[in-house]
């Protein structure tokens, strides 16, 4: 391992010592070297072996013929030993590179000609001590060390005796103070270098003192510390001028740069500005122009060729621009270029051919556009920085078959399109990095690269679709020695154990593409995801700076900051299908691959695989299919299977009931759109392997390629589901429950006018109440709480898309939040119990209302709208708007915004071009895509909850044991009880509840179904079972009269939100598909021109009907007006808010169904022939056929009446002194007695009304022992249908009243 130079001073021939490899140690004595001894003229030793340790032994000493000794790049320790001293024949001591010695330098022989000390960071002291002893020193180089000391002219620096030698060279470092006049007496001295000295004052005095040194040459200045104007003078003999990397001001003098002689002119990294003079042109013996780095402006100058000798052009990092002169094609020795950072624009000259000796070709970050044709004329090509350039066109196939020396090529944010030729990069045998990211550079990966020494592969953000090719298993390891693969965000596909091989990846990133089935492994790839890897383009200019220092001597990129990153593994973030075999169930240990991964660190699913499709398959299904079988088999065994298996709604005051009577009319289209998408998709060619996709989301529209026939059948299926839902919004509306509420409350005002003509009472009741618009103030504050509120509600799913983006191993939540059915679970119970909450909090703050509130029934009804509606937005938002903006902004396959969430992931693909967010991140084909595969399992989890689990827990509260249980619950807890009233309120916003839950199912089958076909499928089966569970809970619940019709006037439909959600929703989706997809314009337009048009039309007819059916419901109640035979005598008083009550024998089962649905067909004008056994044409028939079998059922009824029956039902009533209402107050003892000696019996329902206590109750029903306790007033209303009924009223607008 050492180099022996015998010969005289610098007259040496080289001979190898053979035989041994690099000793680990020297030896401690000097019998190891005696052959070195037998040189009579003398021997060097050089000590360049870097595994070599130890101490530099004190044996060398007796080595009396060493005459040079040179220690470079080594690991030995300790002190450079005082014996060198001795050492009478050493005229060269020369120590570079070797960090670990220290101490100071010792005493050196007179005869010392070389002195050299660079890169021993711990070597200190000071040589002014021994510097005027040697008097033949002819090289002095001291940089990089601790060494101190002063250029003073007081110093004892002997510059007259170093004047004698022609060849001085001085490079000092750390040295301080000022250039005296005296240095002028160097009279032979060419070359004098301060470089990273701290030499201060100002650059002018010192390059005029300077420059009338006649001999002078080489001036070197660099990193000195120095400030001021460059002055305004000709150089005399300079030839090479470095004043770099010092706080330079001003403007270059033109008279600066006219000297024919000068041959490098390096000013880099300072704060010059202005233009580069004119006279550039003049320096016919120009080579090196650093000008990097500054604040000059203008142009480079047109004549710039005429400077032929130039070999480096540095002008990066500057305000310059303009165009890249065509004369510079005459420097045909031109080795290196650098014009990146600038504002330099327009094209490449064809001439640049010429430039067959460029090493270095640097335009980054520029606008011109440079023909990729130059690059085959660049056959000595090192490196090659073209990222995010003006440069467009398509990729040569043979751009690099001559650049047999390129190391690293950079081109990413070109506007290169075309493809990858097979044998692009097999040329390049010396190629060490390749990044193409950032390009629109599309087909296939080469199966062969050039060169041994591959590292780093970057192929980021592209359009380069196909598999990993199959060559790469073999040569991965083998041929190449890959730590950086990155391939994110392109269309690759397949599978990814050809990686298998490679042990040396560090880094791998494949995500953001279509890969499938098994994830790499890589358990010999012990080092992945662990230590840093070098920043591309740091390396690249690391590389340019060493070819420039060979020619120039000093590195114009060692300010370059040598940026580092951590090793990272990126697999399964944005590869929905691309699988892992660790799983908990069963216990399969994660591989190397899934525990280094950034976005599931070590994460493992319940089931190796397709997890979600056997959690769904294995567990959830059965588990509510089975929950649901189990209760239903239950509750039906107890009470019967009839009323479970044959449903009878058509009498139920339930809005849900009739909302499921109308889905049903639809189901079957629904259904066969349904099974239609559903086919397509499955027939559909896939993205994916047919072999490792996920079997049940193969229905959907994820995996399936978009092309042309996919598109127009898809655009008529849809527009199918667009014109059924738009029927099923016409349906709705014509049960007009919007307008009923109204119409309900001015038709029973008419009725109580008719009849009992209290209108001084109604006066009086009206007067109690309070406002019924809100203001606008609280209209605003209404409007503006729904945005954070849906906020909140939207919580779930941005949680749920963040756990599959950002790194799940540091936070327990995102593991959490990360699985389906947690998520489906959390978004029920929010449904349930958080956004009823929420709706009633809103309308208390529009409204202005309390429990302790007055309320009139149409606020009352207001409300109810008011809260309907928020819950049906919020829920929507909740299933439907959330997932999709969730998934849109954060997801890595969208917007990703997720990034904004890991500062350190953001920081790394930054870097690397890659960290887009918002728009510049969005890519055509993937978000929907993502979308579908992401929220496939929680939509069809959450349908499949509707239509099994929330039915099951439905039959479950209606049991009689668990009513009982619940009873002997508030029992033991002492639970107040509200009543019949508070009953009847938490009844009618439960069916509110599930009311806001059976829109919410069924927008989400509806809308969601572009993306999951498979959703419309299972509509006729979420009507069947909920049909049944209401059928059943109807004819087993015991409501009271006042309940139901509570029911039918308190539980109220949406008035605008549903039709606006379903339709606008569905047609945003489709918008969504259809750009995100790529359609053509022609399926874009069928779709939308079938489907709005019918739209407009249906909506506006549906619009229409209601206010006729309103009128003609007010004229039949109207016609049905006060008997002739009218006998009571007694009316109520003026004051006395107390009219006639409804008959409650009209709630008997086997009149009811018939009488619902004869009125049915009256307010509609359209009755069947066998209606009730009656024969009608027209209104007026009608009203006599109600007349006379209202006859015929008060005959009937009373020869049947069970005296016992409605003692029962009165009882149930007068549990709670309050009736029915919505706000009460006590009633004055004058009012009560005044009740008491008027009503010989009612039972009412109002909406408003006064409390009667259980004393005055009791002693009603006790004066009326004449009447059935049915007619005991339990409830003096303020606003109710008193009956009388052996005062033989008008019955048939009482039961017309009841079916409304």
């Known amino acids: 391992g050492l180099d022996l130079y015998k010969g005289a001073r610098r007259q040496v021939y080289t001979r190898r010592v053979e035989g041994q490899a690099c000793p680990a140690v020297l030896p401690e004595t000097s019998e190891g070297l005696q052959n070195l001894t037998r040189s009579s003229q003398g021997f060097v030793m050089q000590l360049t072996c870097p595994s070599m340790s130890g101490t530099i032994p004190s044996a060398l000493a007796s080595l ?657 589901v667009s014109l059924i839902a738009t029927w099923l919004v016409a349906l709705l509306s014509k049960m007009r429950y919007a307008k009923e509420a109204v119409c309900v409350q001015e038709c029973l005002d008419e009725v109580v006018l008719s009849l009992s003509k209290p209108k001084a009472a109604i006066h009086v009741w009206r007067s109690k109440l309070g406002p019924i618009k809100p203001s606008l103030a609280r209209r605003l504050v209404f409007l503006a709480l729904h945005v954070p509120m849906m906020v909140l509600v939207s919580l779930p799913a941005v949680g749920y898309v963040l756990a599959r983006n950002v790194p799940a191993g540091k936070n327990i939540l995102y593991d959490l939040i990360g699985n389906t059915f947690l998520v489906v679970f959390v978004k029920l119970l929010v449904a349930s119990f958080g956004i009823p909450r929420l709706a009633v909090l809103l309308s208390r703050v529009k409204f202005g209302w309390d429990k302790t509130s007055k309320i009139d029934p149409e606020l009352a009804m207001r409300v109810q709208k008011s809260q309907v509606g928020s819950s049906l937005l919020f829920a929507s938002t909740s299933s439907l708007f959330a997932p999709m903006l969730a998934v849109f902004l954060l997801d890595e396959a969208c917007l990703r915004y997720y990034l904004s969430f890991t500062p350190g992931l953001h920081e790394l693909m930054t870097s690397w071009d890659i960290g887009q967010q918002g728009t510049d991140a969005y890519r055509h084909g993937f978000c929907v895509r993502r979308l579908t595969s992401e929220y496939f399992y929680v939509w069809l989890t959450l349908v499949l909850a509707a239509t099994f689990a929330l039915p099951a827990i439905e039959m479950i509260e209606s049991h009689p044991r668990v009513e009982a249980l619940w009873r002997q619950i508030q029992v033991w807890g002492n639970i107040p009880c509200e009543g019949c009233y508070g009953d009847t309120l938490e009844r009618c916003a439960s069916q509110q509840v599930k009311l806001v839950g059976l829109l919410t199912t069924l927008l989400t089958m509806v809308t969601m179904s572009v993306f999951v076909p498979l959703l419309l499928v299972l509509a006729p089966l979420f009507c069947w079972i909920q049909i049944r569970t209401y059928s059943y809970q109807f004819r087993h619940n015991e409501l009271s009269f006042g309940q139901r019709v509570a029911m039918r006037v308190l539980v109220q439909q949406p008035p605008y939100w549903f039709p606006c959600i379903l339709l606008v929703a569905l047609w945003c989706v489709m918008v969504f598909v259809m750009v995100d997809l790529s359609f053509d314009a022609g399926p874009m337009v069928v779709f939308f021109g079938i489907s709005l048009p019918f739209a407009i039309v249906t909506i506006a007819s549906a619009k229409f009907f209601p206010v006729q059916l309103d009128r003609t419901v007010a004229s039949i109640l109207q016609a049905f007006g006060p008997e002739t035979e009218e006998t009571d005598s007694e009316q109520p008083v003026d004051d006395d808010p107390v009219g006639v009550t409804i008959n409650p024998m009209a709630l008997k089962e086997d009149w009811a169904p018939t009488k619902f649905q004869f009125l049915s067909g009256l307010k509609s004008k359209h009755l069947p022939s066998n209606s009730g056994g009656l024969e009608v044409n027209t209104i007026q028939q009608g009203k006599q056929a109600v007349k006379n079998e209202e006859t015929r059922f008060r005959n009937k009824s009373r020869e049947s009446q069970n005296r016992q029956f409605w003692a029962d039902m009165s009882e149930k009533e007068a549990k709670s002194p309050a009736g029915l209402g919505l706000a009460s107050d006590s009633v004055s003892e004058e009012d009560s007695q005044r009740m008491r000696r008027k009503a010989r019996g009612a039972v009412g329902f109002g909406l408003g009304f006064d409390t009667v206590s259980e004393r005055d109750a009791r002693r009603m029903r006790r004066k009326a022992p004449e009447r059935p306790r049915h007619q005991t007033n339990t409830s003096a209303t303020g606003l109710g249908l008193d009956r009388q009924p052996h005062k033989q009223r008008a019955k048939g607008r009482d039961d017309a009243v009841l079916s409304l």
């Open 64 to 720: 009396t013929s060493l005459t040079s000794v040179t220690i470079y790049r080594s690991n030995l320790s300790g002190t450079i030993p005082p014996a060198f001293g001795s050492l009478a024949r050493l005229f060269e001591l020369s120590v570079s590179n070797s960090p670990a010695l220290s101490g100071s330098i010792p005493q050196l022989p007179p005869s010392m000609l070389h002195l050299s000390f660079k890169g021993v960071p711990r070597l200190s002291g000071t040589l002014d001590g021994q510097l005027p002893g040697l008097t033949s020193l002819s090289y002095l180089s001291l940089g990089g060390t601790a060494l101190s000391g002063t250029l003073a002219c007081s110093l004892p620096l002997n510059l007259a005796t170093l004047s004698a030698r022609p060849d001085v060279r001085q490079e000092i470092s750390r040295f301080s103070g000022t250039i005296c006049d005296s240095i002028t007496k160097l009279t032979r001295l060419r070359t004098f270098s301060l470089t990273n000295s701290h030499t201060s004052g100002e650059v002018a005095p010192v390059l005029s003192l300077l420059n009338s040194m006649p001999s002078l040459t080489e001036l070197r200045l660099a990193a000195s510390s120095l400030s001021g104007t460059l002055p305004s003078m000709v150089l005399r003999n300079l030839n090479i001028l470095h004043v770099e990397e010092n706080f330079i001001s001003g403007t270059i003098d033109p008279a600066l740069m006219s000297s024919t002689r000068l041959t490098n002119f390096y000013v880099a990294r300072n704060r010059i500005s202005g233009t580069i003079p004119s006279t550039l042109s003049s320096l016919t013996s120009l080579q090196g122009l650093w000008l990097l780095k500054n604040r000059l402006s203008g142009t480079l100058p047109a004549d710039i060729g005429e400077c032929s000798t130039l070999l480096v052009i540095l002008v990066g990092s500057t305000s310059i621009s303009g165009t890249l002169p065509a004369s510079l094609s005459s420097a045909e020795d031109l080795g290196g270029l650098d014009i990146g950072n600038t504002r330099i624009s327009g094209t490449s000259s064809p001439e640049f051919r010429k430039w067959s000796t460029i090493e270095y070709f640097n335009v980054m970050s520029t606008s011109i556009d440079l023909d990729l044709e130059l690059i085959t004329s660049w056959p000595r090509i090192h490196v090659l920085l073209l990222q995010h350039s003006g440069i467009s066109g398509t990729l040569p196939a043979d751009v690099f078959s001559r650049a047999t020396s390129l190391q690293v090529l950079l081109m990413d944010g070109l506007q290169v399109s075309g493809t990858i030729a097979p044998g692009l990069f097999a040329n390049l045998t010396a190629i060490h990095t390749i990044s193409l990211s950032e390009t629109r550079i599309s087909g296939t990966l080469p199966a062969v690269f050039g060169g041994h020494n591959l590292t780093n592969v970057l192929f980021n953000n592209m359009e380069l679709s196909g598999t990993l090719p199959v060559a790469w298993e073999a040569t991965i390891e083998a041929v190449w020695n890959l730590k950086v693969l990155s391939f994110v965000r392109n269309r690759l596909e397949g599978r990814t154990e050809v990686l298998t091989g490679s042990t040396s990846l560090t880094t791998l990133m494949i995500s953001g593409n279509f890969f499938s089935c098994e994830a790499v492994t890589l358990d010999g790839a012990t080092n992945l995801g662990k230590g840093h890897f070098e920043d591309p383009t740091s390396r690249a200019l690391n590389i340019a700076g060493a070819l420039v220092q060979r020619n120039d001597g000093r590195n114009p990129f060692e300010d370059v900051e040598n940026k580092t990153f951590r090793s990272t593994v990126m697999l399964f973030g944005g590869n929905p299908e691309l699988t892992t075999d660790a799983s908990v169930l069963p216990d399969n240990p994660a591989s190397n691959a899934l525990k280094a991964d950034r976005i599931r660190q070590g994460q493992r699913r319940l089931f190796s695989g397709e997890s979600d499709l056997k959690e769904f398959v294995y567990i959830y299904l059965p588990l509510v299919v089975g929950f649901w079988s189990i209760t239903v088999a239950v509750s039906c065994t107890e009470r019967g299977w009839g009323s479970y298996l044959f449903p009878d709604l058509t009498s139920s005051p339930d809005l849900c009931a009739r909302l499921l009577l109308l889905t049903r009319m639809c189901k079957r289209a629904f259904a066969v759109c349904g099974i239609a998408l559903t086919a397509l998709c499955l027939c559909t060619p896939k993205i994916y392997p047919s072999a490792c996709s996920d079997h049940l989301i193969k229905t959907s529209i994820a995996y399936v390629e978009a092309g042309t026939a996919f598109q127009w059948t898809y655009a008529i299926l849809s527009c199918g």
